[in-house]
């Protein structure tokens, strides 16, 4: 589930294979609207399908010349990014 708060949008609940291709699209709209900062706090559950999915937002928001930053980055999610060798690739803000 996404909502919007401002420049930020929240991700929550669980990002997985299975809806990874629903938000990818609603994210990819709020992106396009002017959001800045996508906090995943709020995840409860994830595979890989939420890796694929910031690295994706964050393709789209280079196209557009927008400036996008990931804050509350679950512990497994860095771990999975480390491992495929990406991390240095997600903007994170601490």
């Not at 890796?51 to 860095?78: C, G, I, M, T, Y």
């Amino acid at each position: 589930m996404i909502r919007r708060e401002g420049a930020r949008m929240l991700v929550s609940g669980a990002v997985t294979l299975g809806n990874v291709a629903v938000l990818l699209e609603e994210g990819r709209q709020h992106i396009g609207d002017g959001v800045q900062t996508i906090d995943l706090a709020e995840v409860k559950e994830m595979d890989s399908a939420l890796l694929a999915l910031l690295l994706a937002w964050l393709r789209d928001a280079k196209a557009k010349e927008r400036a996008l930053e990931f804050v509350n980055l679950p512990a497994s999610l860095q771990t999975i990014a480390r491992l495929y060798g990406v991390d240095g690739l997600l903007p994170v803000k601490a």
